[in-house]
């Protein structure tokens, strides 16, 4: 019944505008939905009018972290048949190989895990050492690129549409992230369904839903990556703090998602 509820706003919201969306390019299609799915209330109805309106596969990539989480139970609410993958990159939490068990036993679905190529990675570690990203940020990058950004490339083709669990609050960095832009690079629409969302939010959706979590944010992992490059933060901290602590703490990303331009964001 609540399915069907959620389903019925999103046709009333979004239907008539959904129908008369530009066929004539996907930046076309992209500016339409970032226009349109702010008026949309509920997270669910803003997946379903991104499922009625890109034709061809949307993926979801999930770090499995507390947005991704939300997400991912929003589109088990939707039944819309959405591609879900996590990337491991070799280096992760227990607690975090076991939160994509919990996440497949409460919703049914399957999470696709994609790995990086080991003779990449081989060759890496061959070049800079087991631990050589801490030496320099070239290197740290150069270790995100194979273990992350090329798996998350090949997961990544022949999508249409790329849903993201990214939020405007979570750093400096994100602060003007659109719900939708064309991806000129993987040649697909960029969805960020929550980017308006704030913490308040996003924890109150969570508990709401009992949504399943990784273990490690209650011991003061609000955002988590792999285990040598992320820490436990104070609380006076930003919640991203803990990642690639040893860096300066402006502009730390592992190139998974290239940040907009202000004036790009909203054009």
């Known amino acids: 019944m609540i399915k069907a509820n959620v389903r019925a706003r999103a046709d009333r919201a979004a239907g008539a505008a959904t129908h008369s969306a530009p066929e004539n390019s996907g930046e076309a299609l992209a500016r339409h939905l970032d226009a349109i799915l702010p008026g949309l209330d509920d997270l669910e109805a803003r997946l379903h009018a991104i499922a009625d309106a890109i034709p061809g596969r949307v993926t979801f990539s999930s770090s499995l972290g507390l ?3 939300a997400v991912l139970h929003a589109i088990a609410a939707t039944g819309r048949s959405f591609d879900v993958f996590t990337l491991d990159t070799g280096r992760h939490f227990p607690e975090t190989l076991e939160t994509i068990e919990a996440s497949e036993l409460r ?3 399957k999470i ?3 790995f990086p190529d080991v003779k990449d990675v081989e060759s890496l570690v061959a070049r800079d050492g ?3 990203f801490r030496q320099s940020v070239e290197a740290r990058k150069a270790c995100c690129n194979v273990r992350k950004v090329v798996p998350l490339n090949k997961a990544l083709a022949g999508a249409a549409g790329w849903i993201t669990g990214l939020r405007r609050e979570q750093s400096a960095e994100r602060a003007h992230v659109p719900f939708a832009v064309w991806d000129a690079e993987h040649q697909l629409i960029k969805l960020n369904p929550i980017a308006d969302w704030s913490l308040e939010k996003l924890e109150a959706y969570i508990a709401a839903n009992n949504v399943p979590v990784n273990p490690l944010h209650a011991q003061g992992f609000p955002s988590i990556g792999c285990q040598p490059c ?3 933060i104070q609380p006076w901290e930003d919640i991203r703090a803990g990642r690639w602590w040893w860096e300066n703490l402006d ?3 592992c190139g998974l998602h290239n940040r907009p331009k202000p004036k790009e964001a909203h054009a």
């Open 67 to 69: 947005e991704d989480q």
């Open 107 to 109: 919703y049914g679905l």
């Open 112 to 114: 696709r895990v994609v």
């Open 130 to 132: 087991i631990m050589g």
């Open 230 to 232: 992320t820490r436990a």
């Open 251 to 253: 502009g730390k990303e």
